[in-house]
């Protein structure tokens, strides 16, 4: 995303993949924390790709053909 100068802002959808359900809650307080109120989200529990990892996430961003053009 750095390389087409685009961030969080930018994502349209995303899944949260968290390992204990109580990790969602943490996951929200964080994104809230950070002014990511509205993250268009959604937290399932689910296994994430390495072990010592308690979350991951998977996202599409939409930004515009060639960075800022």
Do not use: H, W
Request: glycine content about 8%.
């Amino acid at each position: 995303m750095k390389q087409e100068d685009a961030g969080l802002k930018d994502i349209c959808s995303a899944t949260v993949f968290v390992k204990q359900p109580e990790f969602a809650e943490i996951f929200y307080e964080m994104a809230s924390f950070r002014g990511l109120e509205n993250f268009p989200c959604v937290c399932i529990v689910a296994d994430v790709c390495r072990e010592e990892l308690l979350s991951e996430i998977d996202a599409e961003a939409v930004v515009k053909a060639g960075g800022k053009g």
